[in-house]
């Protein structure tokens, strides 16, 4: 099988997911680590789960349960991506934004993606969501970027630009309902490794040196092929652990998912808010 997704590929799933809902979706939603609850506040909701989608990658880890909701949130139609799936788990670039693709040919214009992120920045702590303003593509860097292979033309060009990968009126549109909601958020820039293993304090430390506020192990993929496509993005990281350049603490998956707990609750006020005023 070819690590390369093709325009067939992606309308085999659209058709599939056209076949059981007949909402045209307007903006996608990829819920990161321990994140999938917000999925529970779609009205209307059908719910499918990816496995039983053509070609479509199933996620192996804790925390991302694998389903397609689709319904309407604060009044606008939407698709969530409940538990995304990641090059570390085997699947090419391609195959793990597959969804992004398929989410472009169901009609969605917007996309906002979250992660689980660690902390980079000193003065950030568990439990606090940072907008994305920019990001640092240290997998494309070393040759894994989604764009590769045959470039497809239905989509985008050869050579996207990506001088504003995230949405300066979606950003603007985040920190109105944050400033309402009287909620502290933080905005970083979010650097993306292909894990699985978490960073040493030498890592943490180059990150922070180069510019980083927070690290995962998703999310800049997606929001290339989402720009490639000419979607708008807000991106959202919810801080899972404290920054560890000195080595003094340990980082484990089940913190992240703990942290995911508390930060469930914000991210939903956030998300309602910002789809309000869409």
């Known amino acids: 099988m070819s690590e390369f997704i093709t325009l067939d590929d992606i309308d085999q799933a659209a058709d599939a997911i056209r076949a059981r809902v007949d909402i045209e979706p307007e903006v996608g939603l990829i819920l990161g680590t ?33 389903r397609l909701v689709i319904g309407t949130l604060e009044g606008v139609k939407v698709l969530v991506l409940q538990g995304r799936t990641h090059f570390y788990e085997g699947y090419s670039m391609g195959e793990i934004t ?13 996309l906002i993606v979250t992660n689980a992120a660690g902390a980079i920045n000193p003065d950030y702590v568990p439990g606090d969501l940072m907008l994305i ?24 060009v050869r050579f996207p630009d990506m001088s504003q990968p995230y949405d300066k009126e979606l950003l603007k549109l985040a920190r109105e309902t944050c400033d ?26 180059f990150l922070h040196a180069i510019g980083s506020d927070a690290v995962g192990m998703s999310t800049v993929p997606e929001v290339i092929v989402a720009r490639h496509g000419g979607v708008r993005v807000l991106g959202i990281s919810g801080i899972s652990n404290k920054a560890n350049l000195d080595g003094s603490t340990i980082t484990t998956h089940e913190e992240v998912l703990e942290a995911g707990q508390i930060l469930v609750p914000k991210l939903t006020t956030l998300i309602r808010g910002v789809l309000a005023r869409l």
């Open 34 to 66: 321990g994140l999938g609850d917000l999925a529970d506040s779609v009205e209307d909701s059908v719910v499918i789960p990816t496995g039983q989608l053509p070609r479509w990658p199933v996620s192996t880890v804790q925390g991302h349960m694998g």
């Open 98 to 110: 597959l969804p992004v693709r398929v989410m472009q040919r169901l009609g969605c214009d917007k």
């Open 133 to 156: 303003k920019d990001h640092i593509n240290i997998i494309g860097m070393g040759g894994a970027n989604p764009l590769n292979g045959p470039n497809l033309d239905e989509f985008g």
């Open 180 to 205: 309402e909601a009287k909620m502290l958020v933080r905005e970083g820039v979010y650097v993306s490794l292909a894990g699985p293993s978490f960073e040493t304090p030498a890592d943490l430390r």
